[in-house]
């Protein structure tokens, strides 16, 4: 039976169907009356020739997962969403690779790298944390007067953590400088999200909110990124919208 959608948002990243946090990305984004429709953009497809019609989708979510099988395919998805002002969410991965599209192509920095995919380069964006945090839960504390703050309404928040990996602090002045702002820390004052506060939503998170998202108590940052893209809706979402749509996966999905 076909559903019929307003939005349709691309969720970057290479799916894996025993991934639990995958799982839950497409639970939390697909579970309700109003929800938007879901089709997974495999990083690897992002730069074939053909490339990918970005117009689209109405919103675009960067999934954990990584290391991607093409860092370049994640970055060009970052970096349309941001250019184009189409709302976007990185969570783990994504956030650690919003970091280093804006690292690139705002700071200007072309070699800023992730030490996941290459330890040892000179210039680290991203960085092993000094302690793991994945399996973990951590509290996130909101700076205030940002759209982090304003959308959970509390001052801290308990979140889940799958990552080993996050900002470079040599890396947060610049990044500061330039317009990204941190809106999360922990209590040793780590970042935990950044957003850009002139777009209409563009934010990470070094933790994973969908795996903390359900029905019954939807998690404010997924509600918000799903309403400003149902606000986005670009044409071809309208088109396509108007004829029925159903969920899509990615031509490897099971």
């Known amino acids: ?12 990243g290479d799916r894996n ?23 997974w953009l495999a990083t690897e497809r992002l730069c074939e020739p053909a490339g990918t019609d970005f117009t689209r ?12 099988r093409s860092m370049d395919g994640a970055l060009a998805a970052i970096r349309h ?30 070699d800023a790298s992730h030490e996941e995919t290459h330890p040892g380069a000179p210039d680290l964006a991203v960085t092993a944390l000094a302690c793991s ?11 205030a007067g940002t759209r982090a703050a304003a959308i959970y309404g509390v001052d801290e928040a308990l979140e889940p953590f799958f990552c080993s990996y996050g900002l470079n602090s040599a890396y947060r002045p610049p990044l500061e400088s330039r317009g990204l ?17 002139a777009h209409p939503f563009f934010l990470g998170t070094l933790f994973v909110p ?31 919208a ?4 159903q969920i899509g996966l990615s031509d490897d999905s099971p």
């Open 1 to 12: 039976m076909q559903r019929q959608h307003s939005a349709i948002i691309g969720l970057v």
């Open 17 to 39: 169907p025993t991934n639990r946090v995958h799982l839950a990305t497409e639970e939390a984004l697909t579970d309700g009356p109003d929800a938007p429709a879901i089709e």
């Open 57 to 68: 989708y109405a919103g675009f979510l960067i999934t954990p997962g990584s290391p991607y």
């Open 81 to 110: 969403a941001r250019e184009h002002q189409v709302p976007l969410l990185g969570t783990c991965g994504g956030f650690q690779h919003l970091i280093l599209e804006f690292a690139r192509h705002v700071l200007g920095r072309a």
């Open 133 to 143: 945090l994945a399996g973990q839960t951590h509290p996130v504390r909101l700076v």
């Open 181 to 197: 702002v941190i809106s999360g820390i922990d209590r040793l004052g780590e970042v935990r999200i950044v957003e850009l506060p």
């Open 210 to 240: 969908q795996v903390r998202h359900s029905r019954a108590k939807p998690h404010p940052l997924i509600s918000a990124f799903i309403a400003a893209a149902q606000d986005h809706l670009p044409e071809a979402s309208r088109r396509t």
């Open 242 to 245: 108007q004829r029925g749509t």
